[in-house]
DNA sequence: AATACGGACAACCGCTTCTAA
DNA sequence: TTTAGAAGCGGTTGTCCGTAT
């Protein structure tokens, strides 16, 4: 026999969150911590799925969860790690502890597919080195619309790019009460100060005691397990395979999302990763609670990837770090 | 002023993988 | 070892809101 069943089918609640409910969940959680999902919805009254229940914690109440306003590096972040892993949202949410899956998820398919894909339409007319010199020359082939695509709708403005400095964004969409979720989570803030770890700390999976909230972050799913964690096989074979084709592209000076390469091998590639990566000012990183950097990540810190470089350059995305 | 349309995002659905009994 | 439910995850849908007509 295997578990009973996590909850009835018939009288579960469906639709939007109240922020009654949201209070009764955070509340409880604080109690219990977060985690056995399947007596959430009886021990609160609550006439919610323990799914749904789990996926509102994970995704919205939480603490730690930074909403809207992704900056430029975060954008950059998931363009490129969207074009290595593909749509594996819970691995790129790895690599932004503050952001959701579902988070990411959405960003990517309301505002990024379009730029990139707007992009990727201008870019089979004209490679990005004739593209971006065409502002300063009358001459160029490239049309008006084009430009306008890069100098207008794709121009992440490098003066935006200090992470001290916020993206502007159109005001936050008024729903019904995400100010209330907000403020739950910040009333869970000080609670949170209390504990073992402190809001938005990038977790590592030392610790298996379930028993507090800042615990079960680094080890539950939905969005909240979001820890640094080695690459696996098969992200690095799909690594290789991406500059394979990057590699035989090259010869139209057209790669993934459009970028070029100096089809280097991957080894120089991963030397060259490595070496670059070292010359980057780490005094500031803390080694305890930033793990040493995997493979991928010091590819993603690769500022001689020329990929990731002529995509920036053209997005005018920042440098990442 | 009313209506239509599209963008943005929260939440749900359904499939896959994990794990407790 | 088997089985069935929990958990994880990505895709899709529903709803709200702002803007254009």
Redesign the pocket.
């Given at each position: 026999?295997?578990?009973?069943?996590?909850?009835d089918k018939d009288g579960i609640?469906?639709?939007?969150?109240t922020p009654e409910e949201d209070i009764i969940l955070v509340s409880y959680i604080q109690e219990h911590g977060p985690?056995?999902?399947?007596s959430v919805p009886t021990n609160t009254g609550l006439l919610?799925c323990?799914?749904?229940c789990?996926?509102?914690w994970t995704?919205?109440l939480r603490p730690g969860i930074k909403?809207?306003n992704f900056t430029s590096h975060e954008e950059g972040m998931i363009i490129h790690l969207q074009a290595l892993l593909g749509?594996?949202?819970?691995?790129i949410a790895s690599y932004l502890p503050q952001r959701t899956?579902?988070?990411i998820?959405?960003?990517w398919?309301?505002?990024l597919k379009?730029k990139l894909k707007g992009f990727q339409t201008a870019f089979q007319q004209q490679p990005p080195t004739t593209m971006l010199s065409s502002s300063s020359n009358p001459n160029t082939t490239i049309d008006n619309d084009h430009r306008s695509l890069f100098e207008g709708q794709f121009s992440f403005k490098r003066a935006c790019a200090n992470d001290n400095l916020v993206q502007p964004t159109?005001?936050?969409?008024?729903?019904?009460y995400?100010s209330s979720t907000e403020n739950i989570s910040r009333l869970l803030e000080n609670w949170m100060k209390g504990g073992p770890m402190s809001k938005g700390k990038v977790a590592t999976n030392n610790n298996n005691n379930s028993e507090n909230i800042s615990d079960t972050i680094n080890?539950?799913?939905?969005?909240?397990?979001r820890t640094i964690r080695a690459i696996s096989q098969e992200e690095e074979d799909k690594f290789d395979s991406i500059l394979s084709f990057n590699n035989l592209e090259n010869d139209n000076n057209v790669g993934v999302a459009g970028a070029t390469t100096t089809g280097d091998s991957v080894e120089e590639n991963i030397n060259e990763g490595e070496k670059v990566c070292g010359d980057h000012d780490m005094d500031n990183i803390d080694e305890e609670t930033n793990p040493p950097l995997t493979f991928l990540e010091k590819w993603l810190l690769d500022e001689t990837t020329s990929s990731r470089q002529v995509v920036e350059e053209i997005l005018q995305l920042p440098p990442i770090f």
């Open positions: 026999m295997g578990r009973p069943p996590c909850c609640k469906k639709g939007p969150w985690g056995n999902w399947r919610r323990s799914k749904s789990r996926l509102r995704n919205y909403r809207g749509n594996k949202w819970a691995a899956d579902n988070d998820k959405n960003y398919n309301t505002h379009k159109p005001a936050p969409p008024s729903f019904c995400a080890s539950e799913g939905d969005g909240g397990g």
